[in-house]
């Protein structure tokens, strides 16, 4: 089989790069590992910067996300009892949008099937050759059938798992990477939110979030240790603990359910450089993580599919490898700036096991900093509606 761009992985990045692509008539196959019900079943991102529903519009996908996507001004931050409100609207004149990874990626798979789009699923065994030559190919198997996947380029959109980023050699690859000595347990919950908007807590007992993905659909998260499991915590146990985290005011009106999802999620920044070799282009999670405070993994890897759909058009369109040839550079020094502001505002709101006295009295000024000063409020609404691509 030949295609221009062999795309690995069928993640949101991947999904959005081959819908992108189609929209030009550049042609591309996505060999994803998984089944697509197990895809649409995870529960990741929930928070969309107005980049990100540009590259949907762009991709003709965007009318659920329109009508279904609530729109947030602003965000609350707590500390103790304290609470305050960052206005996005007022500092930059933009919002976010809450609308669940899930939906993005099925609107992205109903649209990729809808033009007949060619996506390969549970292929196995996955090897990238050539992809410093100008006739790189992808060998995989699908049900123990070897096959094999001719193409221009190859976009590694494969998660911080896959095997794109491995393809490059060692002393090509540099990685920088900070692990946190803590996990999120999170738990979806068929329950109204809190809150309109997301509260971002730091408490003496850790941190928590109160997050949604629609009017009855709440996604709340506390810290918890890296040896807790999942089935450690009863649902009763988790909404005890979250109360104990946000304000009083805001823990009365909790409203508690049973939990439809719950998982443990480690948190890691990550970055990998460079994100280009040869003709092998890395996208997302398979170049970058970013721990989930200030929601930028997902709008992160849509700026990466931004730059690369640009550098692949003009290659296609005008025949200039201008684009391409600046992918890694372009997209880095974004990609940087969202390992920034995610690592700036972990710090910030996390309690941490070797936390001095004089650590917790710096987390607390900058809190109140941030609380009283507008220039504080107006990086941090910058940061978080996503800096310009
Ligand atoms: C708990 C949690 C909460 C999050 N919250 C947010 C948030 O609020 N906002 C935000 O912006 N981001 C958030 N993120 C991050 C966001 O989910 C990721 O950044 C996003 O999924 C990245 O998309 P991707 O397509 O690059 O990678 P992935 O979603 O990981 O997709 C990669 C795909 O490649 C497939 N694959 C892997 N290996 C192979 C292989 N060898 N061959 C073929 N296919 C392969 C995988 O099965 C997968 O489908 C969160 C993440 C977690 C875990």
């Not at 991102?45 to 729109?71: K, N, P, S, W, Y």
């Not at 992160?300 to 550079?329: C, K, M, P, V």
Request: contains cysteine; aromatic residues 10%; glycine residues 8%.
């Amino acid at each position: 089989m030949r295609t221009q761009v062999a795309i690995i992985g069928g993640g949101p990045s991947g999904l959005l790069l081959s819908q992108l692509l189609h929209t030009r008539g550049i042609d591309s196959v996505v060999l994803e590992r998984k089944t697509k019900g197990y895809v649409l079943g995870r529960i990741r991102a929930g928070v969309l910067e107005q980049g990100f529903v540009t590259l949907m519009e762009e991709a003709g996908c965007a009318d659920r996300l329109h009508a279904e996507g609530i729109t947030h001004d602003g965000t609350l931050v707590s500390y103790g009892d304290e609470l305050f409100r960052v206005d996005f609207k007022e500092h930059t004149g933009t919002p976010v949008v809450i609308y669940g990874q899930t939906e993005v990626t099925r609107d992205l798979y109903e649209a990729r099937e809808k033009s007949g789009g060619k996506i390969e699923f549970n292929v196995e065994n996955v090897v990238i050759h050539g992809a410093d030559t100008e006739t790189p190919y992808v060998s995989y198997a699908v049900d123990g059938e070897a096959r094999r996947l001719d193409c221009d380029f190859v976009a590694g959109c494969d998660g911080f798992h896959g095997v794109s980023r491995q393809t490059i050699p060692l002393d090509v690859r540099r990685e920088y990477e900070k692990v946190y000595p803590f996990g999120w347990l999170g738990i979806l919950s068929e329950t109204p939110p809190v809150n309109h908007e997301l509260i971002y807590a730091n408490s003496p007992r850790g941190f928590a979030l109160c997050s949604m993905r629609n009017e009855n659909l709440s996604r709340y998260y506390i810290q918890c240790s890296l040896s807790d499991k999942p089935e450690d915590w009863t649902d009763e146990a988790f909404w005890q603990e979250l109360k104990r985290r946000i304000p009083a005011d805001q823990a009365a009106k909790l409203v508690t359910g049973p939990s439809i999802e719950k998982s443990i999620a480690p948190l890691r920044s990550f970055v990998t450089e460079p994100m280009r070799w040869g003709r092998l282009f890395l996208c997302g999670d398979a170049a970058h993580i970013v721990p989930p405070t200030g929601a930028k993994g997902l709008n992160t890897a849509a700026s990466d599919i931004h730059y690369l759909y640009r550098g692949l058009r003009e290659f296609y369109e005008s025949a200039s490898t201008d684009g391409i040839d600046s992918y890694s550079e372009k997209a880095l020094a974004r990609v940087w700036k969202a390992e920034r502001f995610s690592w700036w505002f972990s710090s910030l709101m996390h309690r941490y096991p070797d936390q001095s006295e004089f650590d917790l009295k710096m987390q607390v000024a900058e809190l109140e900093f941030l609380r009283s000063n507008k220039a504080a409020q107006q990086a941090m609404a910058e940061n978080y509606v996503g800096l310009p691509y």
